[in-house]
């Protein structure tokens, strides 16, 4: 451990650990989940850490907001009803938020500390809270599923820490059980879904769970995002029964949409074409994932 400067160090990523200079330690406190900390970086931004884990940078957290919403939320025609679970930055709302469709965004985040922490100290993260749609369900996610009403929703986007701690049976089969309840035929879920150099145990797991459960389609898709661990970030997507959906193809370009650029300003990393491009995947990935 180098003074002055955040590593990370868990045994999610053994033998290496990303590290951050720290100018100033900004919140530090403990909640009934999880330790949390935010610091002011010399070149990041401001960066929050739940449990030693950075879970995101004001310099890159677009990356990872974006995709991880508008992956799900371009694939399918007019999304009306979206549930967010975990993502208590707001940074999800935020994106969700672009799509003049969506009616109704409920929310369910374990902790609340994550929600405060965000409103002081990431403004321009948890401005996703200021829309009149959304609805904050303080709660565990897997419980809220639960107790869902069947066929409720159009997209069900899991922005969930690492699965050591609270988020562990976020990753597990009888909680995509629930969503797969809870989504109407031909909804689609996006679930952050770890490392291809790091987690491609955890990544079969999570594959082979979904094509029993999800019997529309199911794929794997990543992205660079330079303050997670190895510098990418895959998300799982899949739709129920129903009405086909083709992650690959965009039906609904959020790029293109005049009236949510003008009142949400430009997206920073998604595109139509980067979209298409994230299904694309190494070839040890896919050799794995093809299998399952
Ligand atoms: N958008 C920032 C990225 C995150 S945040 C993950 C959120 O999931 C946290 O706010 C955490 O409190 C919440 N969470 C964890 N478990 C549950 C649960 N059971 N129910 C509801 N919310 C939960 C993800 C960063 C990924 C890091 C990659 N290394």
Redesign the pocket.
């Known amino acids: 451990v180098i003074p002055g400067w955040f590593s990370e160090i868990s045994p999610?990523w053994p033998g290496e650990a990303h590290s951050l200079k720290v100018e100033k330690i900004l919140f530090q406190g403990k909640s009934d989940?999880?330790d949390v900390i935010v610091f002011q970086s010399a070149t990041y931004g401001k960066v929050?850490v739940?449990d030693g884990?950075?879970?995101?940078t004001e310099r890159d957290?677009c990356a990872?907001?974006e995709m991880?919403t508008h992956l799900p939320l371009c694939s399918i025609p007019n999304p009306k009803k979206v549930l967010v679970?975990?993502?208590?930055?707001g940074?999800?709302l935020r994106e969700v938020a672009r799509h003049t469709s969506v009616e109704q965004i409920d929310i369910?985040?374990?902790?609340k500390m994550?929600?405060d922490v965000s409103k002081q100290y990431f403004p321009n993260?948890a401005v996703g809270y200021d829309d009149p749609r959304v609805n904050l369900i303080i709660?565990?996610?897997?419980a809220?599923l639960k107790n869902a009403a069947e066929g409720t929703y159009d997209a069900v986007i899991v922005?969930?820490?690492?699965p050591i701690?609270?988020?562990?049976?976020?990753f597990e089969k009888p909680f995509f059980e629930s969503v797969n309840r809870a989504l109407r035929p031909g909804g689609v879920v996006c679930t952050?879904a770890?490392?291809i150099w790091l987690h491609m145990n955890i990544i079969e797991d999570i594959v082979s769970n979904c094509r029993e459960i999800f019997k529309g389609s199911v794929n794997y898709a990543w992205t660079s995002v330079p303050t997670?661990?190895s510098g990418v970030?895959g998300f799982m997507l899949c739709s129920t029964e129903g009405l086909e959906v083709d992650f690959k193809k965009p039906v609904n370009p959020i790029d293109a949409d005049e009236s949510s650029i003008k009142s949400h300003g430009p997206l920073k990393f998604y595109n139509s074409e980067i979209h298409s491009a994230a299904f694309c995947l190494p070839s040890f990935a896919k050799k794995v994932i093809d299998s399952k």
């Open positions: 999610m989940y999880q929050l739940l884990v950075i879970q995101l957290e990872y907001q991880i679970i975990g993502g208590g930055d940074g999800v369910c985040e374990i902790d994550v929600v993260v709660g565990d996610g897997v809220f922005d969930s820490s690492d701690g609270p988020a562990k049976e976020l952050q770890e490392s997670y661990p970030i």
